[in-house]
């Protein structure tokens, strides 16, 4: 089976906007997963989206010690394994 992911980066104010909106948490994060599970024409499945702040990603980095595209990297991985059901410790 094939799945397609679809990646947003968005600024620290959208994040907010996004993390209220949809999970009723007050503030911004570092990243989101929104799941999906579509299937399209061609017989390949839409996942869901990762959409990753991009202000707080280079935050990170920078307190880190790494790149922004390392950051970006690590919370688009984050997203994805969200994305294939793995939660954090203590979530249902």
């Excluded at 929104?34 to 024409?41: I, K, T, V």
């Amino acid at each position: 089976m094939t799945f397609k992911v679809s990646f947003a980066l968005v600024n620290d104010a959208t994040m907010k906007s996004l993390n209220e909106g949809f999970r009723g948490a007050e503030g911004s994060t570092d990243v989101l997963s929104f799941r999906l599970d579509e299937s399209e024409e061609d017989g390949v499945s839409l996942l869901g989206e990762v959409v990753v702040n991009e202000e707080k990603a280079a935050e990170q980095a920078n307190a880190l010690g790494h790149s922004f595209e390392e950051e970006v990297g690590e919370l688009v991985k984050h997203g994805v394994l969200h994305l294939l059901g793995k939660h954090h410790e203590g979530d249902e």
